[in-house]
């Protein structure tokens, strides 16, 4: 976990800075055409979250619908049913519990508070209130 904090830190994973990537469209002039929704908001309440998107969209859906997407959609079953083939990709990592907070049981202080950091430097210019949980 040390080695994949710096390297994300550093934006060396994935396809490259999320901070970059986030600030993208955390800063776009017209927020009426972005959803910003969080995993903790799917988390409290998913089947919400799916109405909102639809709704999003301007596509309503039956409560049926809401209830298939919502049934796929669910964490354990996206784990159970990864249809994901990148092979230098370790779903086993990405997949882990589930929870919001998590980060707590695998980051020590020291490693905690070097993200704090760098995230406070790289995102001062943006005007979104994260929640950690």
Known sequence: ?????????????????????????????????????????????????VRRTAEFLDKPLEDEAIDRI???CSFKNMKKHNTYKDKAFDHAL????GIAGDWKNHLSE?????????FKEKMKDVKFKFTWD
């Open 70 to 72: 919502t049934d796929r």
């Open 110 to 118: 020291e490693e905690a508070q070097l993200f704090d950091a760098v």
């Open 94 to 97: 990405f997949y882990r519990k």
């Open 1 to 49: 976990m040390n080695e994949y904090l710096h390297q994300f830190l550093q934006g060396e994973v994935g396809f490259s800075s999320w901070f970059d990537h986030v600030k993208s469209w955390l800063n776009v002039e017209d927020k009426s055409r972005i959803l910003y929704l969080t995993y903790e908001d799917m988390l409290q309440d998913l089947p919400q979250a």
